[in-house]
């Protein structure tokens, strides 16, 4: 794994232990923020089972409970389905709590470190900024009723594209990865449509985006 992919996924893990409002950068630690965030993610893993198990003894009484009628066995199978889905889930944070440890260990290279608690304080410190911008490009939704986890991908992409000099085709790809890796099934889709009309309100806005590079330059996903 590249440093910098590495470092950006400590990033997103250390922000999701981060209250909204940090009271100060200089004190954030990196290695307590990554032990809360394992401890997050199988408490995660946890509840979803808990809730997949309860799902699927729904769904399997009322198709015992059935007369066979269509609409009551469609409405079962979407409960056994809903409940595959949520253990799905819930197999993936348990690996990423499994994974922890050894990602930890090979993340002690001074690169990483530094590009994550960059990333960290960076996004911390001008939270309220990016936070605007990515209001902006919202279409019919607010970022505040997004999943915490995809509300620290796009600011991470933000920051990375307006303050840190990360080309805007770069940040987004490793947005929509980390996506992939931490968000829903329809996540990577929702961030990467969010990320492109960030950069097309910058290229429209002035022709240069706030980091200096030339809004031509900037190019989009173009795997999406």
């Known amino acids: 794994m590249q440093a910098r992919r590495m470092a950006r996924e400590l990033a997103l893990l250390g922000l999701s232990q981060l209250s909204e409002k940090p009271k100060k950068l200089q004190e954030l630690d990196l ?21 997949a198990s309860d799902e699927l ?11 066979l009628v269509a609409t009551d066995l469609e409405s079962s199978r979407a409960m056994v389905d809903d409940a ?21 260990q090979m993340t002690n290279q001074k690169e990483v470190r530094a590009f994550a608690m960059e990333l960290l304080t960076n996004t911390a410190k001008h939270r309220a900024e990016v936070d605007d911008i990515l209001e902006t ?25 307006d303050y840190l000099g990360t080309p805007d085709r770069v940040a987004i790809n490793e947005a929509v990865e980390l996506a992939k890796r ?4 329809e996540g990577f889709r929702f961030i990467n449509g969010v990320l492109k009309r960030v950069v097309d309100r910058h290229a429209g806005g002035s022709g240069t985006a706030p980091s200096g590079t030339p809004a031509g330059d900037r190019l989009e996903n173009p795997s999406a």
Do not use: C
């Open 31 to 51: 290695d307590a923020l990554l032990q809360a965030a394992v401890k997050t993610l199988a408490a995660e893993a946890k509840d979803a089972l808990e809730t």
């Open 57 to 67: 003894k729904r769904g399997s009484q009322r198709l015992v409970d059935t007369d």
């Open 84 to 104: 595959i889905d949520l253990t799905q889930a819930a197999i993936n944070r348990l690996a990423h709590a499994l994974e922890m440890p050894e990602f930890i």
């Open 137 to 161: 490009a919202m279409v019919a939704w607010q970022l505040k009723r997004l999943a915490r986890i995809d509300r620290d991908i796009l600011r991470i992409a933000v920051v990375e594209m």
């Open 182 to 185: 931490y968000s829903g099934e």
